[in-house]
């Protein structure tokens, strides 16, 4: 008669630890996506790896209201809550794009309390690359 197979690395056998609560991050880099669709706050640790995000979407704006200032402060507030519980202590803002809630995002990091080490615009700028699309016709 053949012996059953043990199982490895079951779930029942091992503990299952939270790993976003366990992390301290001294230092971050916050990351703002700004169009004129959507906000996107992203916050990651130095080596790039994401700890938390929102966006206007997320936080429950819908269709033109996403593209607001208030939606994009709203979604900084979010992503930059869990970010605090955890202990950051400095972080760099990386702001993208052309967006409305480029401003109002900067202002809501500003108030939270974490000192911003450089502030740096990466919008993407062509050095007369490829060749725009047509304009629209309304």
Known sequence: MAKPIPKRGSRRNGRIS???SARKIPKGIIHV???FNNTIVTVTDVRGQVVSWASAGTCGF???KRGTPFAAQTAAGNAIRTV???G???AA???KGPGLGRDAALRAICRSGIPLICVRDVTPMPHNGCRPPKKRRV
């Open 33 to 35: 996506q700004a169009s």
């Open 93 to 95: 803002v990386l702001i």
């Open 84 to 86: 605090v519980e955890q």
């Open 18 to 20: 939270s790993r976003k």
């Open 62 to 64: 819908r269709n033109t």
């Open 88 to 90: 950051m202590q400095r």
